[in-house]
Protein backbone atom coordinates (compact mmCIF):
# COMPACT_ATOMS: atom_id res chain seq x y z
CA UNK A 1 0.00 0.00 0.00
CA UNK A 2 0.97 3.23 -0.51
CA UNK A 3 0.93 5.73 1.76
CA UNK A 4 1.83 9.82 2.72
CA UNK A 5 2.35 10.98 6.86
CA UNK A 6 2.46 14.51 7.49
CA UNK A 7 3.06 14.62 11.36
CA UNK A 8 2.14 17.89 12.39
CA UNK A 9 -1.33 18.53 12.06
CA UNK A 10 -0.77 22.76 12.47
CA UNK A 11 2.00 24.77 12.49
CA UNK A 12 2.37 28.20 13.64
CA UNK A 13 5.27 31.14 12.42
CA UNK A 14 6.01 34.97 12.68
CA UNK A 15 6.07 36.30 9.05
CA UNK A 16 8.97 36.68 7.60
CA UNK A 17 10.31 33.46 9.22
CA UNK A 18 11.22 30.04 7.98
CA UNK A 19 9.05 26.87 8.27
CA UNK A 20 9.71 23.68 7.39
CA UNK A 21 6.72 21.46 6.68
CA UNK A 22 7.68 17.52 7.29
CA UNK A 23 6.17 14.61 4.93
CA UNK A 24 7.19 11.21 4.55
CA UNK A 25 5.94 8.48 2.45
CA UNK A 26 5.89 4.83 2.12
CA UNK A 27 5.77 2.72 -1.93
CA UNK A 28 7.83 -0.20 -3.29
CA UNK A 29 8.31 1.71 -7.09
CA UNK A 30 10.99 3.38 -7.75
CA UNK A 31 9.78 5.50 -10.13
CA UNK A 32 7.56 8.65 -9.10
CA UNK A 33 6.49 12.12 -8.75
CA UNK A 34 6.08 14.19 -5.39
CA UNK A 35 3.74 17.12 -4.91
CA UNK A 36 2.83 19.63 -2.32
CA UNK A 37 -0.47 21.60 -2.82
CA UNK A 38 -1.57 24.59 -1.00
CA UNK A 39 -5.68 24.40 0.08
CA UNK A 40 -6.06 28.35 0.96
CA UNK A 41 -10.18 28.55 2.44
CA UNK A 42 -11.38 29.56 -1.22
CA UNK A 43 -10.60 25.29 -1.02
CA UNK A 44 -8.62 24.68 -4.71
CA UNK A 45 -5.83 22.84 -4.26
CA UNK A 46 -2.89 24.70 -5.75
CA UNK A 47 0.22 23.20 -6.38
CA UNK A 48 3.32 24.77 -4.61
CA UNK A 49 6.26 22.36 -5.60
CA UNK A 50 6.36 19.40 -7.53
CA UNK A 51 9.73 16.84 -7.88
CA UNK A 52 10.79 14.03 -9.76
CA UNK A 53 11.82 10.85 -7.61
CA UNK A 54 14.72 9.68 -10.71
CA UNK A 55 16.13 13.77 -9.93
CA UNK A 56 18.89 14.07 -7.03
CA UNK A 57 18.46 18.11 -7.18
CA UNK A 58 15.77 19.50 -4.84
CA UNK A 59 13.26 21.59 -6.65
CA UNK A 60 12.63 25.02 -5.88
CA UNK A 61 10.07 27.83 -6.78
CA UNK A 62 11.32 31.17 -5.85
CA UNK A 63 10.74 31.14 -2.00
CA UNK A 64 9.77 27.81 -1.44
CA UNK A 65 11.91 24.92 -1.99
CA UNK A 66 12.54 20.82 -0.93
CA UNK A 67 14.45 18.55 0.52
CA UNK A 68 14.19 14.90 -1.37
CA UNK A 69 15.27 12.20 0.66
CA UNK A 70 14.77 9.16 -1.11
CA UNK A 71 16.36 6.39 0.53
CA UNK A 72 14.63 7.94 3.48
CA UNK A 73 11.19 8.27 1.76
CA UNK A 74 11.26 11.77 2.98
CA UNK A 75 10.29 15.15 1.66
CA UNK A 76 9.98 18.29 3.41
CA UNK A 77 9.01 21.87 2.52
CA UNK A 78 10.79 25.03 3.36
CA UNK A 79 8.79 28.01 3.23
CA UNK A 80 11.23 31.07 3.51
CA UNK A 81 9.99 34.74 4.12
CA UNK A 82 7.16 33.56 4.95
CA UNK A 83 3.72 35.71 4.17
CA UNK A 84 0.61 36.49 5.07
CA UNK A 85 -0.88 34.98 1.84
CA UNK A 86 0.97 31.50 2.93
CA UNK A 87 -1.74 30.66 5.83
CA UNK A 88 -3.51 27.59 4.40
CA UNK A 89 -3.58 23.96 4.64
CA UNK A 90 -0.58 22.48 3.02
CA UNK A 91 -0.68 18.50 1.27
CA UNK A 92 2.22 16.32 0.65
CA UNK A 93 0.53 13.92 -2.45
CA UNK A 94 2.43 11.55 -4.84
CA UNK A 95 1.65 9.58 -8.06
CA UNK A 96 3.24 6.69 -9.91
CA UNK A 97 5.15 7.40 -12.48
CA UNK A 98 2.90 6.22 -15.72
CA UNK A 99 1.31 3.89 -12.68
CA UNK A 100 -2.51 3.73 -10.88
CA UNK A 101 -2.77 7.53 -12.21
CA UNK A 102 -4.25 8.56 -8.73
CA UNK A 103 -2.51 11.16 -6.34
CA UNK A 104 -2.03 9.51 -2.73
CA UNK A 105 -2.44 12.76 -0.43
CA UNK A 106 -1.57 12.86 3.49
CA UNK A 107 -3.87 14.51 6.13
CA UNK A 108 -2.32 17.74 5.67
CA UNK A 109 -0.84 20.96 7.98
CA UNK A 110 -2.68 23.47 8.73
CA UNK A 111 0.14 26.61 8.26
CA UNK A 112 -0.46 30.37 10.27
CA UNK A 113 1.54 32.71 9.38
CA UNK A 114 1.16 35.48 12.61
CA UNK A 115 1.44 39.03 11.37
CA UNK B 1 -8.22 30.19 -19.82
CA UNK B 2 -10.80 28.86 -17.79
CA UNK B 3 -9.24 26.25 -15.28
CA UNK B 4 -11.64 23.68 -14.12
CA UNK B 5 -15.40 24.74 -13.48
CA UNK B 6 -17.41 22.95 -10.63
CA UNK B 7 -20.73 23.42 -10.32
CA UNK B 8 -23.10 23.44 -7.80
CA UNK B 9 -20.17 25.43 -5.28
CA UNK B 10 -23.01 24.08 -2.23
CA UNK B 11 -25.90 21.20 -1.69
CA UNK B 12 -27.39 20.40 0.53
CA UNK B 13 -29.05 17.03 1.01
CA UNK B 14 -31.11 14.38 3.28
CA UNK B 15 -30.30 10.96 3.07
CA UNK B 16 -31.29 8.67 0.90
CA UNK B 17 -31.51 10.82 -2.08
CA UNK B 18 -29.82 11.07 -5.24
CA UNK B 19 -26.99 13.76 -6.08
CA UNK B 20 -25.20 15.17 -9.16
CA UNK B 21 -21.88 17.11 -9.36
CA UNK B 22 -20.67 18.44 -12.24
CA UNK B 23 -17.24 19.04 -13.85
CA UNK B 24 -15.54 20.90 -16.81
CA UNK B 25 -12.27 20.34 -17.31
CA UNK B 26 -9.29 22.82 -18.21
CA UNK B 27 -8.86 23.90 -22.09
CA UNK B 28 -7.07 21.17 -23.70
CA UNK B 29 -7.29 18.16 -20.88
CA UNK B 30 -8.89 15.25 -21.59
CA UNK B 31 -8.93 13.09 -18.25
CA UNK B 32 -10.92 13.75 -15.11
CA UNK B 33 -10.78 12.32 -11.69
CA UNK B 34 -12.79 13.27 -8.63
CA UNK B 35 -11.46 13.42 -5.17
CA UNK B 36 -13.45 13.35 -1.80
CA UNK B 37 -12.16 14.95 0.92
CA UNK B 38 -14.22 14.48 4.40
CA UNK B 39 -13.30 17.55 6.84
CA UNK B 40 -9.86 17.33 8.32
CA UNK B 41 -8.56 14.96 5.65
CA UNK B 42 -6.80 14.34 2.84
CA UNK B 43 -8.11 13.91 -0.10
CA UNK B 44 -9.30 10.60 -1.37
CA UNK B 45 -9.24 9.44 -4.95
CA UNK B 46 -12.70 8.33 -6.19
CA UNK B 47 -12.11 7.13 -9.85
CA UNK B 48 -10.66 8.55 -12.98
CA UNK B 49 -12.42 9.14 -16.72
CA UNK B 50 -10.73 9.26 -20.22
CA UNK B 51 -12.29 8.67 -23.73
CA UNK B 52 -15.73 8.45 -21.97
CA UNK B 53 -14.55 5.06 -19.53
CA UNK B 54 -13.74 4.55 -16.22
CA UNK B 55 -9.80 3.68 -16.04
CA UNK B 56 -9.04 3.63 -12.35
CA UNK B 57 -11.28 3.42 -9.19
CA UNK B 58 -10.10 3.91 -5.43
CA UNK B 59 -12.15 1.83 -2.74
CA UNK B 60 -15.48 3.69 -3.24
CA UNK B 61 -18.99 1.20 -3.27
CA UNK B 62 -21.10 1.13 -6.40
CA UNK B 63 -23.46 4.10 -5.17
CA UNK B 64 -20.70 6.50 -6.52
CA UNK B 65 -20.80 6.28 -10.14
CA UNK B 66 -19.90 8.83 -13.28
CA UNK B 67 -19.92 9.77 -16.92
CA UNK B 68 -17.43 11.43 -19.09
CA UNK B 69 -18.79 13.48 -22.12
CA UNK B 70 -17.78 13.86 -25.67
CA UNK B 71 -16.29 17.53 -24.51
CA UNK B 72 -14.45 15.32 -21.96
CA UNK B 73 -16.87 17.38 -19.00
CA UNK B 74 -17.96 14.70 -16.88
CA UNK B 75 -20.84 14.13 -13.89
CA UNK B 76 -20.31 12.38 -10.61
CA UNK B 77 -23.36 10.69 -9.28
CA UNK B 78 -24.26 9.39 -5.59
CA UNK B 79 -26.93 7.33 -4.45
CA UNK B 80 -28.77 6.52 -1.35
CA UNK B 81 -26.49 9.54 0.11
CA UNK B 82 -25.23 8.86 3.82
CA UNK B 83 -24.36 10.74 6.38
CA UNK B 84 -21.03 10.08 5.81
CA UNK B 85 -21.21 11.50 2.30
CA UNK B 86 -20.43 14.73 3.75
CA UNK B 87 -17.81 16.07 2.36
CA UNK B 88 -16.15 17.85 -0.20
CA UNK B 89 -15.58 16.44 -4.18
CA UNK B 90 -12.95 17.93 -6.02
CA UNK B 91 -12.53 17.25 -9.58
CA UNK B 92 -9.17 17.45 -11.32
CA UNK B 93 -8.24 17.37 -15.06
CA UNK B 94 -5.00 16.51 -17.00
CA UNK B 95 -3.67 15.55 -20.09
CA UNK B 96 -3.70 11.54 -21.08
CA UNK B 97 -0.73 10.59 -19.30
CA UNK B 98 0.37 13.21 -17.65
CA UNK B 99 -0.91 13.09 -14.46
CA UNK B 100 1.93 15.11 -12.89
CA UNK B 101 0.48 18.18 -14.07
CA UNK B 102 -3.21 18.18 -12.52
CA UNK B 103 -5.45 21.49 -11.76
CA UNK B 104 -8.04 20.80 -9.37
CA UNK B 105 -11.35 22.94 -9.26
CA UNK B 106 -12.36 24.33 -6.35
CA UNK B 107 -14.57 21.57 -5.23
CA UNK B 108 -18.47 21.28 -4.33
CA UNK B 109 -19.37 21.07 -0.44
CA UNK B 110 -21.98 18.48 0.00
CA UNK B 111 -24.04 18.24 3.04
CA UNK B 112 -26.03 15.48 3.71
CA UNK B 113 -28.71 15.75 6.67
Known amino acids: AQTVTQSQPEMSVQEAETVTLSCTYDTSENNYYLFWYKQPPSRQMILVIR??????QNATENRFSVNFQKAAKSFSLKISDSQLGDTAMYFC????????????FGTGTRLTIIP | DAGVTQSPTHLIKTRGQQVTLRCSPKSGHDTVSWYQQALGQGPQFIFQ???????QRGNFPDRFSGHQFPNYSSELNVNALLLGDSALYLC????????????FGSGTQLSVL
Open chain 1, 51 to 56: QEAYKQ
Open chain 1, 93 to 104: AFIIYFGNEKLT
Open chain 2, 92 to 103: ASSSRGMDEKLF
Open chain 2, 49 to 55: YYEEEER
